[in-house]
C-alpha cells in the first residue's frame, strides 16, 4: 500500500505542474514512468529526487491495462485496497495537494501588488488553435489555476485586439503585468491600453515570435482547452447579467 500512496501523491504532484496526467507506473527498483495525453518536449522530468521517464501521446487507459497484463502479468488491486492506501499514507486531490504545498506567487496577487498571477506567459494561434508557452518550471508548476487564470486572460486580451483591426498573432505578459502583442505589419503607436494596463505593441510574424521566445515551457493543450471553457463561462455569466 505504500507504494500506492506513493504514486498517488506523484500523480496529484504532476498534475499541479500542469501536466496531463494519465498513468504513473514504477518498476523495480526504483524506475519512474508517466503516461500523458498529448505530446512533450520533455523526456524526462523529477519528483521528489527521482527521475521519471515521460512517455507522451497517450492511447488510452483500456489498450494501455491490456497491454500491461499481456506484458507483465499484473494483477488488478481492488478498489478498497486502494483506498485504504489513500487514507493511510493521508494521500489528498489535486487541489488540496496543491493548495497545501502552496504557491509561492498567488500571495503577491492576493496582496495586491500584482493584478495577473505572476509568471511570464505567451499565448498565440498556430494550425487553428490555441498554443501557449509558459514559464512552468519555476512559475506555474504549483499552480494550475493561476495558469488556466492568465491563458483565458490572454484570449480575451487576443480576441479584443483582433475586433479592433490589430493583425495579432500572440499576445504575452512578463512575470510582472507587464503585456505584450505582436502584430503583422506597420503600427501607429508602440504603446496601448488594455483594462488599465500599459501593453507594448512589437512588430512580428508567428515565425519571428517563436523564435523570440523559444526557451519557454509548452503548456498542455489539456490546460489551453480547461483555460477556453473558464473564458466561455466567464462571458456566458458577463452576457445573462
Known sequence: MENIG?????????????????????????EFHVKVWGSMTDDWIEYNGFPVKVF???????????????????ERVDGETVMEAVEEFGVESVEVTVKAHGCDYCSLKDDGRF??????????????????????????????????ENISFLMEMLYEFRSKGYDAVAVCKDF???LYIYVRGEVEKDTVKYYGLDVRVINSGIEEFEEMNYYMDRVDGIVVCEAFDQLLEYVKKKVER
Open 6 to 30: 506513493f504514486l498517488y501523491r506523484m500523480f496529484n504532484e504532476l498534475c499541479s505542474r500542469g501536466y496531463s496526467v494519465a498513468v504513473v507506473c514504477k518498476a523495480f527498483p526504483d
Open 56 to 74: 507522451d501521446n497517450f492511447d488510452g487507459i483500456k489498450e494501455f491495462e491490456e497491454r500491461v497484463e499481456k506484458m507483465y502479468g499484473l
Open 115 to 148: 493584478i495577473l498571477h505572476p509568471g511570464a506567459i505567451c499565448l498565440y494561434v498556430k494550425d487553428g488553435w490555441f498554443r501557449a508557452l509558459a514559464d512552468i518550471d519555476y512559475v506555474y508548476r504549483r499552480c494550475r489555476s493561476g495558469l488556466r
Open 176 to 178: 510582472d503585468d507587464d
